[in-house]
């Protein structure tokens, strides 16, 4: 028995060493996202890509920092076809399940990975802690991908810097 415990272990210690690859990463840079991604994440090193999740994410590694990147996929649904759609059913979804949720930019066109885009901020409190969030949607091939930057409201602006160093780099496969 415990030999099988022993080769779980192991086992499980070798996917999650494998789980990014980060052949082809930007000097500097890591690889987020699971091999089995439509696209490359690649974050700054002072980042920790969380393999944990299911999600391609990762989080600024200082303590008291909760800021974080993580890249959504899903597919189109009622009620949303395209891009602009998603955006507007976003918005009233949050709107519903959280009370002091606030766009504080309109929708404005951008890219992800090199396809067309929208990007908007909003803000709301969770647990009551103040965040804002930056979200880009595009579609690609049929599936819609959803880049969400996430922090504190105070340490929003200090993380720009990153997150625009990490949008340039995503890459569709």
């Keep these: 028995m415990k030999k099988i415990i022993v080769a779980l272990m192991c ?6 060493l494998v789980g990014c690859s980060n052949a082809g990463a930007p000097e500097g ?4 996202a699971s091999e089995n991604e439509a696209f490359y994440l690649f974050v700054p090193k002072a980042w920790t890509p969380n393999t944990s999740s299911g999600i391609a994410s990762a989080y600024y590694t200082a303590n008291v920092d909760k800021s974080n990147v993580s890249v959504t996929c899903t597919l189109p649904g009622e009620g949303f076809l395209s891009v602009d759609q998603y955006v507007s059913y976003t918005t009233e979804s949050l709107s519903k399940m ?9 929708p404005a066109e951008a890219t992800l990975g090199g396809a067309a885009a929208l990007s908007f901020d909003y803000t709301a409190t969770v647990n009551g802690v103040s965040y804002k969030y930056r979200q880009i949607v595009c579609a690609y091939k049929d599936i819609f991908y959803v880049f969400t930057y996430t922090s504190t409201a105070e ?12 949008l340039s780099h995503f890459t569709f496969k």
């Excluded at 086992?11 to 999650?16: G, K, N, R």
């Excluded at 340490?155 to 990490?166: A, G, K, M, P």
């Design 11 to 16: 086992a499980l210690m070798l996917v999650s």
């Design 98 to 106: 959280l009370g002091d949720f606030a766009v504080v930019s309109d």
């Design 29 to 32: 840079m890591q690889n987020a």
């Design 155 to 166: 340490l929003f602006d200090s993380h720009l810097e990153d997150v625009n160093t990490i």
